[in-house]
Nanobody
Framework: QVRLVESGGGLVQAGGSLRLSCAASGLTFSTYTIAWFRQAPEKEREFVASISWNGGSTYYADSVKGRFTISRDNAKNTVYLQMNSLKPEDTAVYYC??????????????????WGQGTQVTASS
């Protein structure tokens, strides 16, 4: 049974930082591209960042480029999202998704087969 579990969310003041984790089990983690998406209230889920199965490529939404960094540790079956200089508009539930051997530039939800339950990030002004 495949499981993705997000953690690390919380409440932070604007300008602050958080690090999210996505821990995977039940799959061969090193063969999956992992992406982070987010969904704010009454908005569509949107792509944030992704990292290829071997960690060789990363891709970011323009809205987070230069502030967020995605990385992975295949020995720990975990992907991280370091979020710096948080803004109120970053407030959302953050989800991680897994795509088998996909490229890092896949920004559509439909490309990802497995999803976690999400973690809430709130950046207050």
């Amino acid at each position: 049974q495949v499981r993705l579990v997000e953690s690390g969310g919380g409440l932070v003041q604007a300008g602050g930082s958080l690090r999210l984790s996505c821990a995977a089990s039940g799959l061969t983690f090193s063969t999956y591209t992992i992406a982070w998406f987010r969904q704010a209230p009454e908005k569509e889920r949107e792509f944030v960042a992704s990292i290829s199965w071997n960690g060789g490529s990363t891709y970011y939404a323009d809205s987070v480029k230069g502030r967020f960094t995605i990385s992975r540790d295949n020995a720990k079956n975990t992907v991280y999202l370091q979020m710096n200089s948080l803004k109120p508009e970053d407030t959302a539930v953050y989800y991680c998704g897994a795509n088998y051997y996909g490229t890092a530039g896949l920004t559509g939800e439909a490309h990802y087969s497995y999803w976690g339950q999400g973690t809430q990030v709130t950046a207050s002004s």
